[in-house]
């Protein structure tokens, strides 16, 4: 008998990319390449294919453990669980619940999401976040007041419609592979391919036009491109006139950023930005694709309202191959944003400060009116900081804060502080070596959910096997872990289809996303998909934005330098990114030999003119300091990074050290994009 085939989605990145599991007495044995799939066409990247390695990895955590004075000590669930309740009800006694917190996981499913932020609320705490504050958290915040969602416009797959592709701060090629082919297709079909940023990345080698923009100053390029459409009588003036707002008081506000004092603060040369501008106004339909080189900014709200400023100016919105497509990271970020795994917003996007929002999840829930509090909880930094203060016990489901948030040793610091540390994951990673107890959960094909990838595409994601051991799907570890605190009739779920329908309740653009038709939709489905029959909403803003007036927002964006500009001490720029073969921590992706075949180490990219200067030798260690820490790291000499930057990849233990913990004041996420640095000589063992 041949093997059962299960249709699964990629449990790396927001791609949402299938992949066929073949199973066979309930072990699976290979896997097979999604050929039919909408959404990939077989595709898959080398973390995709890899995938099957974190399935029965040696390192699989095989059941809970409490971390003792002489080391790790096996729990049954029972005594584990238990544990788990008494040290939070001791810290809810002690000091009420905002002394506790939890970080959700974007590596979670949906119902995983709904459930912890449940949770959490049900305890009388906002304090919930998840690491889309570390990515995305400025696009919700930069997007919700200008188009009435912080959401892609587009599916991804429309990439391929596009005359035109603007890439700002978007490594699409290395960080969203199969995706990127999408872009491909769009440049054989004479697209023209624009890419601004620092380093000449894989993206940026098939561009027309590269600006090499200095690490911070995206804003300041963004508006010598506005001002330039508008100069030239380049914008859309039909668009402007009947779908927006605000449009004058933008326009005075890049009246003076020209392109010759954008390539004084940029770097980029002034005739570059004027054909950038001419290119992208003039080549309908275009798309504007940006990632964390503009999220990740101690200004990325505004950054993010930049660039929708330009999408809006060209009238390049509710169309195929048009649009704004912020590219989320991890498989399901968007979703655990959608559940409202987030310190200020409710599930389907509710101000936790609005009576009404909270009103209605109460009325749902059935608990009593004023359970849910109504002010914002503390965000993924914040918690830190606040770790071993008043903050004193932490739950994470499924995240690694000690290698993923900025300034490390302050991190670590904190979580060393705290009276209870309860870490839920695949493997005992580099936080959960900080914990107090350590729970084993279920990967992506041991358990059922859904997931909604960057592009709001919905999909269900079965359980093919179990997990090894004693390991369990967070759901299961969440739903028992309430009902021991008391919890146990608001949460009477046995299965994640069960959670979903709630989830249909709850989130207003879920409505129709009910479990069996998700099951049955091949291609899942674009929220939002506000009832039953609605064929969900692949292409976003058609007819009008969901604002008060149906029209989008121009906003007057300044530019501002960064917190930390290169000094005499510090006379370098680190800027930070992420190369194929890894993901975010890199929990999952250093323990996949072939992944670690292709890129085994810690490196920096250095200029050749930089590290001839520096006496750095390629293949060598190198020290690389700023003024939070120091790591160690090997150096690569190569042209695609400019002088005076230095790159390093996120997913090793180290390059958070030295990152700047600044936060945007809107979206709260941190400047992790640009901090000065110098190198250091090592001594060669
Ligand atoms: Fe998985 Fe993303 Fe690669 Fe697709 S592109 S296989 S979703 S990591």
Redesign the pocket.
């Known amino acids: 008998m041949s093997p059962l085939r299960v249709r699964t989605v ?8 299938h ?1 066929d599991l073949l199973v066979e007495n309930g072990r699976v044995v290979g896997m097979a390449h999604a050929v039919d799939s909408p959404v ?1 066409g077989g ?7 890899a ?1 099957l390695d974190l399935l029965n990895h040696p390192e699989r955590l095989r059941t809970p453990l409490r971390r003792t004075r002489s080391g790790w000590e096996p729990l049954g669930w029972d005594d584990a669980l238990d544990l788990a309740a008494q040290r939070i009800q001791d810290v809810l006694r002690r000091h009420g619940p905002n002394a506790l917190g939890f970080l959700s996981s974007a590596k979670c499913t949906n119902e995983e999401n709904y459930l912890l932020q449940k949770l959490a609320r049900l305890l009388g705490t906002n304090n919930v976040d998840h690491c889309a504050r570390l990515c995305h958290a400025s696009t919700l915040t930069g997007l919700a007041p200008v188009l009435g969602t912080g959401a892609a416009t587009n599916p991804l797959t429309d990439l391929a419609r596009a005359r035109c592709l603007l890439f700002v701060g978007s490594n699409l090629a290395e960080n ?4 990127f082919r999408w872009v491909r297709r769009a440049k054989d079909r004479g697209a023209v391919v624009l890419v601004a940023d620092p380093r000449k990345t894989p993206t940026a080698w098939i561009a027309d036009l590269h600006l090499p923009v200095r690490p911070g100053t995206d804003i300041a390029l963004l508006n010598a491109l506005l001002h330039v459409i508008i100069r030239d009588g380049l914008e859309d003036k039909a668009f402007i006139r009947s779908r927006t707002m605000g449009f004058q008081e933008a326009a005075r506000a890049v009246r003076d950023a020209t392109p010759q004092w954008a390539e004084s603060v940029t770097g980029v040369p002034a005739r570059d930005i004027t054909r950038a501008a001419r290119l992208f106004a003039r080549s309908k339909p275009a798309s504007l694709i940006y990632c964390m080189g503009i999220t990740q900014h101690h200004n990325g709200t505004q950054a993010v309202r930049a660039c929708a400023d330009l999408v809006l100016a060209t009238g390049n919105v509710g169309r195929e191959g048009s649009g704004l497509i912020p590219v989320r990271g991890q ?1 399901n970020v968007q979703g655990a944003c959608d559940m409202g795994a987030l310190s200020a917003l409710l599930p389907g996007y509710g101000s936790v400060m609005d009576p009404r929002s909270r009103a209605a999840l109460e009325a749902l829930w059935g608990c009593a009116e004023g359970t849910i509090p109504d002010r914002p909880g503390l965000t993924v930094t914040e918690m830190e900081a606040a770790a071993g203060r008043s903050l004193r016990a932490l739950v994470a489901m499924g995240e690694n804060p000690m290698v993923t948030s900025p300034n490390g040793n302050r991190v670590a610091e904190g979580l060393g502080r705290l009276d209870f540390f309860l870490v839920m994951d695949l493997f005992l990673t580099e936080s959960a070596r900080s914990a107090h107890l350590v729970l084993p959960a279920a990967a992506w094909a041991e358990k059922s959910g859904s997931k909604t990838s960057a592009d709001r595409r919905v999909q269900w994601s079965p359980r093919a096997v179990d997990p090894p051991g004693d390991a369990r799907a967070d759901a299961w570890i969440i739903t028992r872990l309430a009902r021991r605190l008391g919890l146990e009739p608001f949460f009477p779920y046995k299965t994640s289809e069960e959670v979903l329908r709630e989830i249909n309740r709850a989130v207003p653009p879920y409505a129709g996303i009910t479990p069996e038709r998700l099951q049955g939709a091949p291609a899942g489905l674009h929220w939002p998909c506000p009832q039953e029959g609605h064929p969900g909403t692949a292409i976003l803003f058609q007819d009008g934005f969901p604002t008060p007036d149906g029209r989008a927002r121009f906003f007057p964006v300044p530019f501002e330098p960064p917190p930390e500009s290169p000094d005499a001490d510090y006379p370098l720029c680190l800027t930070t990114g992420r190369v194929t073969a890894h ?1 975010n921590s890199g929990a999952m992706s250093r323990r996949t030999p072939a992944l670690m075949d292709l890129s085994p180490e810690l490196f920096v990219e250095i200029h050749p003119d930089d590290a001839a200067r520096l006496g750095v030798r390629a293949g060598r260690r190198v020290g690389v300091v700023t003024r939070r820490g120091k790591m160690e790291a090997v150096a690569r000499v190569a042209s695609t990074v400019p002088r005076g930057v230095v790159f390093a990849p996120f997913h090793f233990p180290g390059t958070n050290r030295l990152t700047l913990d600044v936060v945007d004041p809107e979206a709260r996420i941190p400047a992790f994009k640009a901090a000065a640095c110098r190198l250091e000589p090592v001594e060669e063992k």
């Open positions: 990629c449990p790396y990145c927001a791609v949402g990319c992949l990939n595709n898959l990247c080398a973390k995709g294919n995938a969203h592979p199969v995706a498989d993901y």
